[in-house]
Every structure is written in C-alpha cells, then in structure tokens.
C-alpha cells in the first residue's frame, strides 16, 4: 500500500486542529471516554454502527470487500466538504452505491449535518484523524493517540451517535499500537489496493485509466471528496461506477 501526500486544502486541517488542540485541553475530550454525545441520532440503518460501548475487531489493515471475489469497496476520505461531498452522495445515490467515507474529525466537527447525511444515506464512516497528518508514524504514541481518539468522538458526536468502523490513518502511516488502538475501539484499520491520485487532478482518463488497470490488485478504491477542487473525481466516478456494474462487481463495504 503506497503512501501519498496529498496537495491542496491541507494547512485548513493543521489549523483546525490548532484550535481543536485549546479545546480539547479544557474538555480532556480524549480521556472522556464515557462522557454523553449530544445531537440527534440518524435514522438507524444496516451499515452504522449505533452502540454504547463497541467490541474489539481484527487489528490487520483491512483490505477485502464483505461482498467476496467480486465485490469492491468505494472509499471517499478527507471531508466532508460543504461544496463536494453532497456532489459525491448525489452520484453514489444516483447509482446505488455505498461508500466508506473516512472524515477528518475538525471536518466532522465543523459540518455535522453532512455527516449525518452520510449516515442516512446508508454509508459507512471511517476515522481519518484530526490533522491528515501523514508523518504520524514517526511521533509519540500520545500523539498518534489524541489524533485517533479526538477524532472518533468528533465523528461520533457530529453523526448523532453513529461510531466510526475504521480507521484509516493518513497516507497509509500505520503503526502497531495505532492499529491495535483503534482496534480496541472497534475501528478495523483500512487500507486501499486502488489509488486513483485523484488529489492530483490528473485528469479524468487517468483515473479511470487507474481504477481500471489496478482493479486486480485489490478491491478497495480510494477516492477524495474535500482538500481541494474534485471535479474530476465527481465526473471520473460516473464513468467507474456503472462500468463496474458492467464488469459483474458488487458493492460493499470493507472487512471488519
């Protein structure tokens, strides 16, 4: 799984989480692990998960699709984003697809109505931490710590009570205890066989192009709805989506 660095949109994220960082020492919102998460709950669907207390899943880096051989996972990270994702759920509805989105916790935070949204619309939610730092890797535990777990209850309490079912650490930097941690909070560590470099505007055909002749290294494919313009994701993912129909492949979501 090859790392990336994504372009565009990134010093929001940092900034952000700034500010998130003030807020958490008054709250000690990463030590609360029993604390109340306010706002309404979506309606419940099959693919969220709505529980008190979550169990423990398989610390390897997910890669497989629940739907089997023929089954492929569409993955949606960085947002959500005001202007993109209602773009992005809007094609995934008009084809009948359901995704994984892997949110930024300050995102979450700073739009709660979209990732309730997301919830409603029967998708999946994934922990992408607070500042998509991709060097993370490289720090402390504690750190890697308050990026994962800040993260999660800002997704949970922006969804209503709907937790994350991955973790997808930042261009792919994984750890050991990162992995096992979120874990232990029902988090499966998420990784993707597909890299469409959406975040690098390559141009429609070249992710098409991508999807198309990386397809047989795996079924998880990623792609971006915020840290920058995506309108060639949006126009890439009408021509993917119903060639994958035609090529006999099933929608699902990714292990757990």
């Not at 699709?65 to 990270?77: E, F, L, P």
């Not at 991508?210 to 494919?221: A, D, H, R, S």
Request: proline letters at 7%; a positive charge.
């Amino acid at each position: 799984m090859a790392r990336h660095r994504e372009k565009g949109g990134r010093g929001k994220y940092v900034a952000a989480a700034l500010g998130v960082s003030a807020l958490v020492a008054v709250t000690s919102l990463w030590t609360a692990q029993a604390d109340t998460l306010a706002g309404p709950a979506p309606h419940p669907s099959a693919s969220a998960t709505h529980a008190a207390k979550p169990e423990k899943v398989a610390i390897g880096i997910a890669h497989a699709s629940d739907k089997g051989a023929r089954g492929v996972n569409i993955t949606i990270d960085d947002g959500p984003d005001p202007t993109w994702t209602p773009q992005v759920l809007a094609v995934l509805k008009q084809y009948g697809v359901k995704a994984t989105f892997c949110m930024v916790g300050t995102q979450a935070r700073m739009y709660p109505d979209l990732v309730k949204q997301v919830v409603a619309d029967g998708h999946r939610l994934c922990d992408h931490t607070i500042s998509h730092d991709t060097a993370m890797d490289h720090k402390s535990e504690a750190y890697q710590a308050k990026e994962i777990l800040d993260a999660e209850r800002m997704i949970t309490k922006a969804s209503g009570g709907v937790r994350p079912q991955y973790y997808r650490a930042p261009g792919g930097a994984f750890t050991p205890y990162s992995r096992n941690l979120a874990a232990s909070h029902g988090m499966r560590p998420l990784g993707w066989n597909v890299d469409t470099k959406d975040f690098e505007h390559p141009g429609v055909a070249a992710i098409v192009s991508t999807v198309k002749n990386e397809l047989p290294n795996g079924p998880t494919i990623l792609f971006h709805d915020a840290g920058g313009d995506r309108a060639e994701t949006l126009a890439a993912l009408r021509q993917v989506l119903p060639w994958l129909k035609q090529q006999g492949y099933a929608f699902g979501f990714p292990v757990r």
